[in-house]
C-alpha cells in the first residue's frame, strides 16, 4: 500500500451536494488509483448543525455512488473502523483538547478575553479605515496577573492562535500552482470556542495530522483557510499534505450551483432515476479532464485514467443535458439484465406490474430489449412501456391527427388478417401485413404507421412488427378492431 492518505471531510449540516459529491470523488479515484487510502471523516462539531439524520445521508449518499471507504464510520454509521478513529469529530475532542492545552503551553496560541460588543467594534473600525476584519492582537501579550484579573471577572475567553506577523506562507497548490500569502494578513485566529469546541481550521489539522492525510482536494472555498492550517501543521510538527483547490460548480446562470438549480443533491440524482455510474462520470469531468475528447468512462476507467495533473482551474459549469446525455451512454452499456434489474421497479411503481408477476417482468426484458437505445433514461420506462402491460397508455397527438376514418377501416381488415395468423411472431405478423397491403394495393406504410399508432398510441418506436409480437395477439387484434382515439 503506498503512503497516500486522503480524506474526505463533510459537515453533516445538510445532503451531500454535487459540490461535495465531487471532492469525494476525487479523493476516492486519487486513492484508488494510487492505491492508498480513502478517509472518510465527519466534521460535526457545530452542535447546533450537525445531524444524525444528514450523516445518515451523507453514508447513504456514498454507498450509491459506490465511494467506499476503507477509515471511517461503518456503513451504518454506528460506529468507526480504520487505526486512526473515531473517524467522528464529536468523539475527538480529548485530542482537541490535549493540542490545545500544547498550544498553550508552548506559547502558540493565547486566551483572548475579548467581548462579541469589543470584536464588534474593532469590526467596525477596520470597515472605517477600509481593512479586512482582522482581530487587532490586544489579548496577545496580557500579562498571567492580566489574565487572573478578566478570569476573576468571570469572563470567558477563546483560544487564539498566534500567527506569524512577518514573511509570508506558501504553498505549491496542485490546482493553482504557487500561492503566496504575506502573513500579516492571517489573524490570529480562533482555535478553541468559548464553549470548548474546536474551530473547523484547528480541529481539521489536529486531525489531518493524526491521520496522516497526504493529499487535502477540497474546494476552492477553503483556499483562505490554507494559510492558517499549514502555519499550525508547521508549528505543532506535522508533515505538511499537498493541497489542492477545486474550482467551484457554478449552474447554467454563472451563480453557485445551488437548489435553484434543480437537482442539486446526490440523493435526488437517485431518486429520479439517474444511474450512480453517470453521475460519477458527469461529476469526473466537472473540474478534470481527460486530455482527449473521451467523456464517457466506466468508473473502472476512471480510477485508472485519473490524474491530478489534469484538474482544471477554471470554474466547472454544471450541464443537466451533458448529464443526461452521459446517462443514456451509460443505459447502452448495461447488459440486458442489468437493464432489466433497474426498470423493473420503476414499472411495478408506476403501478404497471405487480412485483411479483414474473411473466410480466420477462415480458418487461423483452420490451426493452426491441426499444433499445430509445430508452435514454430509466423515467421513461412507464411511458414508453405501458402499451405493453395495459390499455391505459398515452396516444401522440400527431399520430392520433393522423389516424383518419380511411385509416381505421384499413385496421378493421389488418385485424382480421392479424387473427387468422399462426405461430404469431415479428415474422409472421409482417408477412400477413404486407399479404394484406398488396391485396388493397397500399403501400406497407399506409398500413404500418396507423398500426404502430392504433397498437401503441405512438408515431415512432421500434420496429412495429416486434411491437405487435411484443404486445401479443389477442391484444393487437382488440386494438386494430377499436383503437383508441383522442377524446
Ligand atoms: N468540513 C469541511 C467542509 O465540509 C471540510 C473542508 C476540508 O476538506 O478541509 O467544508
Redesign the pocket.
Given at each position: 500500500m503506498s503512503s497516500i492518505r486522503v480524506?474526505?471531510?463533510?459537515?453533516p449540516t445538510g445532503t451531500l451536494h454535487v459540490g461535495?459529491a465531487r471532492?469525494a470523488l476525487f479523493n476516492w479515484l486519487y486513492a484508488r488509483l494510487q492505491k492508498g487510502v480513502f478517509v472518510l471523516r465527519i466534521?460535526d462539531t457545530d452542535q447546533e448543525r450537525s445531524t444524525d439524520a444528514s450523516t445518515q445521508q451523507i453514508l447513504r449518499s456514498m454507498q450509491w455512488l459506490g465511494l467506499d471507504w476503507d477509515e471511517g464510520p461503518t456503513e451504518d454509521g454506528a460506529d468507526s473502523r480504520g487505526d486512526h478513529g473515531p473517524y467522528f469529530q464529536s468523539q475527538r475532542r480529548d485530542k482537541y483538547d490535549e493540542f490545545a492545552a500544547r498550544l498553550l503551553q508552548e506559547n502558540l496560541a493565547y486566551p483572548c478575553y475579548c467581548t462579541p460588543d469589543e470584536l464588534d467594534a474593532m469590526r467596525q473600525k477596520a470597515k472605517a479605515e477600509k481593512r479586512d476584519f482582522g482581530y487587532d492582537g490586544r489579548c496577545r501579550d496580557l500579562s498571567h496577573d492580566e489574565r487572573k484579573e478578566r478570569e476573576a471577572r468571570g469572563r470567558t475567553s477563546v483560544l487564539r492562535v498566534r500567527t506569524p506577523d512577518e514573511g509570508s506562507i506558501r504553498w505549491t497548490d496542485i490546482v493553482h500552482g504557487d500561492m503566496e500569502i504575506a502573513a500579516d494578513t492571517v489573524e490570529d485566529w480562533v482555535a478553541v470556542k468559548g464553549d470548548g469546541f474546536p474551530t473547523?481550521n484547528f480541529a481539521?489539522v489536529v486531525d489531518?495530522g493524526l491521520m496522516e492525510i497526504s493529499h487535502?482536494l477540497?474546494?476552492d472555498?477553503?483556499i483562505s483557510?490554507t494559510p492558517k492550517q499549514i502555519h499550525l501543521f508547521r508549528e505543532l510538527g506535522f508533515r505538511i499534505p499537498k493541497f489542492g483547490h477545486m474550482p467551484m460548480i457554478l449552474g447554467s446562470d454563472g451563480k453557485r450551483l445551488s437548489k435553484r438549480h434543480g437537482a442539486a443533491s446526490v440523493e435526488e440524482f437517485r431518486d429520479e432515476n439517474f444511474l450512480s455510474a453517470a453521475l460519477v462520470n458527469y461529476l469526473a469531468l466537472l473540474g478534470w479532464s481527460p486530455g482527449n475528447d473521451q467523456e464517457v468512462f466506466t468508473v473502472q476507467q476512471l480510477t485508472k485514467k485519473f490524474s491530478l495533473k489534469r484538474l482544471n482551474h477554471s470554474a466547472a459549469v454544471f450541464d443537466p443535458e451533458k448529464l443526461a446525455y452521459i446517462n443514456a451512454e451509460h443505459l447502452k452499456l448495461l447488459s440486458d439484465k442489468q437493464r432489466l434489474a433497474m426498470a423493473w421497479p420503476i414499472l411495478v411503481d408506476a403501478g404497471l406490474a405487480e412485483a411479483d408477476d414474473g411473466q410480466a417482468r420477462a415480458k418487461l426484458g423483452q420490451v426493452l430489449k426491441i426499444m433499445g437505445a430509445r430508452v435514454s433514461h430509466l423515467n421513461d420506462v412507464p411511458a414508453y412501456c405501458a402499451a405493453y402491460f395495459s390499455d391505459d397508455y398515452e396516444l401522440d397527438a400527431e399520430a392520433a391527427a393522423e389516424f383518419d376514418d380511411e385509416a381505421q377501416a384499413h385496421m378493421a381488415k389488418l385485424a382480421e388478417a392479424m387473427a387468422k395468423v399462426e405461430g404469431f411472431d415479428a415474422a409472421s405478423a409482417e408477412a400477413a401485413l404486407r399479404a394484406l397491403a398488396d391485396e388493397l394495393g397500399l403501400k406497407a406504410g399506409q398500413l404500418i404507421h396507423p398500426a404502430r399508432f392504433a397498437v401503441s398510441g405512438q408515431k415512432v418506436g421500434p420496429s412495429v412488427f416486434d411491437v405487435l409480437a411484443t404486445v401479443g395477439q389477442e391484444r393487437v387484434v382488440q386494438r386494430l378492431r377499436a383503437p383508441r382515439r383522442p377524446a
Open positions: 480524506r474526505f471531510a463533510p459537515s461535495g471532492t466534521e473547523y481539521a489531518d487535502v477540497r474546494g472555498d477553503h483557510n
